[in-house]
């Protein structure tokens, strides 16, 4: 039985170490959204002092701002000064990370996240926001959209993660409740910070086209219809005056290859 205890030995080790580098992947992913939050909420971008562990930590498990909030933390400036400012953070933050596509922030979540953009939608499933592996990954927009301004469907991906950062937060969105209390997202792609209302949140399957960018003015407002009527809540939102939609899609597991949704449209930039 001597061959029996060593296969349980090894097995158990091999799930000790597993769970170690799982652990570590939190831990570093935390401290790299950390400090991405710091200069992106910093009113200052050039240089500042670094902020303690407590003070990391503190901005790390404070809870979410809400839309208005979110728009009194913004200084008041000048259309000039506030464009040179989004683009001074946007040139910061891309010196993290070149792929750098703009920040997403939802009210009434801890969803407060730099987007990026790879070459393709399989780079960031398993590497964070400095690049390098991480199980957690990062939020990432889809290859395909140009995010010029004139995506008709903007798709941004993100886990579900069992520590409840990344798109851990989407999941709020099942219930009715918070579907009706919490509608607005912010996304600031250094060009304009744009105001989306979700009117749409669903599961489905990899088998539906929720995530295509290119459409016909015909095929967007079949499109639009669609992703209106599979939404588990209603909404009071008149699907036609839909222009753009931002899409935010991550993990579910009410079956094999099950996704949840959640859709908004824009109503302010």
């Given at each position: 039985?001597?061959?029996?205890?060593?296969?349980?030995?090894?097995?158990?080790?091999?799930?000790?170490?597993?769970?170690?580098?799982?652990y570590?992947?939190?831990a570093?992913?935390?401290?790299?959204?950390?400090?991405?939050?710091?200069?992106?909420?910093?009113?200052?971008?050039?240089?500042?002092?670094?902020?303690?562990?407590?003070e990391?930590e503190?901005?790390?498990?404070?809870?979410?701002?809400?839309?208005?909030?979110?728009?009194?933390?913004?200084?008041?400036?000048?259309?000039?000064?506030?464009?040179a400012?989004?683009?001074?953070?946007?040139?910061?933050?891309?010196?993290?990370?070149?792929?750098?596509?703009?920040?997403?922030?939802?009210?009434?979540?801890?969803?407060?996240?730099?987007?990026?953009?790879?070459?393709d939608?399989?780079f960031?499933?398993?590497?964070?926001?400095?690049?390098?592996?991480?199980v957690?990954?990062?939020?990432?927009?889809?290859?395909?959209?140009?995010?010029?301004?004139?995506?008709?469907?903007?798709?941004?991906?993100?886990?579900n993660?069992?520590?409840?950062?990344?798109?851990?937060?989407?999941?709020?969105?099942?219930?009715?409740?918070?579907?009706?209390?919490?509608?607005?997202?912010?996304?600031?792609?250094?060009?304009?910070?744009?105001?989306?209302?979700?009117?749409?949140a669903?599961?489905t399957?990899t088998?539906?086209?929720?995530?295509?960018?290119?459409?016909?003015?015909?095929?967007?407002?079949?499109?639009?219809?669609?992703?209106?009527?599979?939404?588990?809540?209603?909404?009071?939102?008149?699907?036609?005056?839909?222009?753009?939609?931002?899409t935010?899609?991550?993990?579910?597991?009410?079956?094999?290859?099950?996704r949840?949704?959640?859709?908004?449209?824009?109503?302010?930039?």
């Open positions: 039985m001597k061959w029996l205890d060593r296969i349980a030995a090894l097995a158990l080790s091999i799930s000790i170490l597993a769970m170690t580098m799982i570590s992947d939190y570093e992913n935390k401290r790299i959204m950390n400090d991405a939050r710091l200069k992106f909420h910093s009113e200052e971008t050039s240089a500042q002092s670094e902020p303690s562990a407590a990391n503190n901005l790390m498990d404070a809870p979410s701002l809400s839309l208005e909030k979110m728009e009194e933390s913004e200084p008041v400036l000048e259309k000039a000064s506030l464009n400012a989004q683009t001074e953070k946007f040139d910061e933050m891309r010196s993290v990370n070149p792929d750098y596509a703009g920040w997403l922030c939802i009210s009434g979540t801890n969803v407060d996240y730099p987007v990026v953009k790879g070459k939608n399989k960031y499933l398993d590497h964070g926001f400095e690049m390098e592996p991480n957690a990954g990062a939020i990432f927009m889809d290859y395909r959209n140009k995010n010029d301004g004139t995506d008709k469907n903007i798709v941004i991906y993100g886990h993660m069992k520590n409840g950062t990344m798109f851990k937060g989407l999941m709020s969105y099942k219930r009715t409740g918070f579907f009706d209390d919490n509608r607005f997202i912010v996304f600031n792609d250094g060009r304009e910070k744009s105001i989306w209302e979700i009117f749409s669903y599961v399957d088998g539906f086209n929720y995530i295509r960018t290119e459409f016909t003015d015909l095929q967007f407002d079949v499109f639009v219809r669609g992703i209106s009527k599979k939404s588990m809540h209603k909404s009071d939102g008149n699907t036609e005056s839909i222009d753009a939609v931002l935010l899609s991550t993990c579910s597991y009410e079956f094999d290859d099950a949840f949704v959640v859709h908004a449209r824009k109503v302010e930039s």
